[in-house]
């Protein structure tokens, strides 16, 4: 069995329900223990408060759960050793039966196979700085790129290069939108500096563009940028100060692949005594209510009502 849809994702889909997806890193190795899961439950409770049904997706003895229950979530916030699986690990995390906690890219693989078309999260991974050494791009751009599923994010932080991350996905034709925005949302604070080309009046506005791209047959995914909420947005200066010492410590640890961005949001946590944390929280608890606002919208477009 690849995947396994849970009785209740089953009957929304079934009965043109907006599905939410949900990702499980950002549980397992993006946030400590017990609030990881207190905030993949409150997400969940805030997308079915918007009428909508949520599905946290993650990979149990090598199946694709979508639609993992209390008690499964539970577990992804406690279980050590649940590896982090981006594209290039799920077949290996299939064969070998393990416990995987799906990237951005896989989630979005997931999802589209279940054929769940909105995905809320926090960040993205992107193109890292000093990417023209290191070679580090995360796999989630080129899902971007190839799969059709719209994620919601608070934009992406400045351990990435904010500038190449954007020209990465002007270049393999990802729509990048800001939420009631002009620029870039940079995930702890409200505004990268960085324009976009596309400033989106409202949820139904961004429905309407899915649509299209849909019914263009235009393959890939959209990317919607929500700036974190005023009262939860860290200042820029401080929080990049932070990050600049992260960098450094990753560097002087010698960490790599993809040890590297779990390393720096707990870093960065431990160093802000948690602020970055409660900011992290706030800002995917505002794209749970966007998301899910957006999928109702792009349900009424699909089922033309
Ligand atoms: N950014 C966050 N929190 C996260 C991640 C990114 O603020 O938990 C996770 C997501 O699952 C994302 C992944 O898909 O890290 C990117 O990892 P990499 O850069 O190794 O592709
Ligand atoms: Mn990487």
């Known amino acids: 069995m690849l995947i396994k ?26 946030m400590p223990y017990p609030f990881n899961v207190q905030t993949a439950l409150n997400v969940e409770k805030i997308i079915e408060e918007q009428g909508c049904v949520a599905a946290t ?3 149990i003895d090598g199946v694709g759960i979508i639609g993992m229950d209390h008690e499964e979530i539970e577990q992804f916030g406690k279980k050590k050793g649940i590896v982090k699986v981006s594209r290039r690990d799920l ?31 926090g960040g993205i991974g992107g193109v890292h700085r000093n990417a023209q050494q290191t070679f580090d791009i995360s796999a989630d751009l080129q899902e971007l790129a190839h799969t059709n599923v719209t994620v919601v994010c608070a934009g992406a932080k400045a351990i990435l290069d904010l500038p190449l991350t954007l020209e990465y996905l002007e270049t393999f034709g990802v729509p990048v939108l800001g939420y009631k925005s002009d620029n ?29 791209k849909r019914k263009l047959d235009l393959k890939g ?24 010492e992260a ?45 899910a606002n957006i999928a109702k919208e792009y349900m009424k477009l699909k089922t033309d009502k």
């Open 184 to 212: 870039l949302a940079a995930f702890y604070s409200k505004d990268s500096g960085l324009k976009l080309d596309y400033n989106m009046a409202d949820e139904a506005e961004i429905a309407k563009a899915i649509y299209y």
């Open 91 to 121: 077949p290996i995390v299939m064969a070998k039966k393990m416990w995987g906690a799906t990237t951005v890219a896989t989630t979005m693989i997931l999802a589209s196979k279940a054929n769940i078309e909105v995905f809320v999260t």
């Open 5 to 30: 849809i849970s009785d209740k994702v089953k009957q929304a889909l079934d009965n043109n329900v907006p599905v939410v997806a949900l990702e499980s890193t950002i549980i397992s190795h993006g």
């Open 247 to 291: 960098l450094k410590e990753a560097n002087k640890q010698n960490i790599k692949g993809k040890d590297v961005t779990p390393f720096l949001l707990s870093y960065i946590a431990k160093h802000t005594q948690n602020k970055s944390l409660d900011a992290n929280i706030a800002l995917i608890y505002n794209n749970a209510k966007i998301g």
């Open 221 to 244: 995914g959209i990317l919607v940028s929500n700036p974190i909420p005023n009262e939860a947005s860290i200042d820029n200066d401080y929080i990049n100060q932070k990050i600049d």
């Open 57 to 59: 997706i993650g990979i």
